[in-house]
């Protein structure tokens, strides 16, 4: 049996004291790839949140990676990260500074130490996403599917188990969409586990994957045609 990567069972979602989510169940196994669809406002983000310990589980039990969402206290949250690969809709590349510097930043926020070490690994990282030659750049000379496509090598400094990708095509033209798909569809295929939420439905026609809709107050998984 594949392993488990993410598992919730009646997990609930609150934004303060309103309720997002509810009687969620769910599992998602080592090397797939899930899309989050749903219409805005519809607690995609809301549920990414609590995925990444940035909103409590206060109802239902939930594991992600090792971690038990319920038991997950403020301390453990940097841990939890650094097994989640984050990527957003808007870059948050820090803009003061070139791209090797802004991965060796979150290198050495993580614990890393050897420089020689680092040097590697951003060129690795680098490597897997296209840009090897832009190390040295700002992020303001880069074009947004370039600096979309250092996110997701930001992404991967840590080498995690889940990728959690909300919106990562939001701010991107269709072509450079397809092109930072091509690349996350490549993580992919080196076996590890991808939930994107997305509204970008040519996306999922084009690259078809189990999807999860979220729609009144449920997530629940939707067979393509009905998409
Ligand atoms: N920080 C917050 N405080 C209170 N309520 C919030 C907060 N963030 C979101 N909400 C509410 O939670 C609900 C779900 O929002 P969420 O951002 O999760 O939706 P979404 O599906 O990601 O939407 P979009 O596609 O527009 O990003 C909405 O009703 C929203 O108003």
Redesign the pocket.
Known sequence: MSESILHLENVSVF??E?L?LNEINLEVKKGEFVYLI??????????MKLLYGDLPLLEGSGHIVDFDLKTLKEKDIPYLRRKLGIVFQDFKLLPDRSINKNLRFVLKATGWTDDSLMDAKIEEVLGKVGMKTKGFKFPHELSGGEQQRIAIARALLNDPELILAD?PTGNLDPQTSVEVMKVLQEINATGRTILM?T?DYALILKYPSKTLK?DGNKVFEVVQKAV
């Open positions: 934004q303060k309103n997002v749903g219409k805005t406002g519809s607690g995609k983000s809301s549920f919106e939420a509204h979220c």
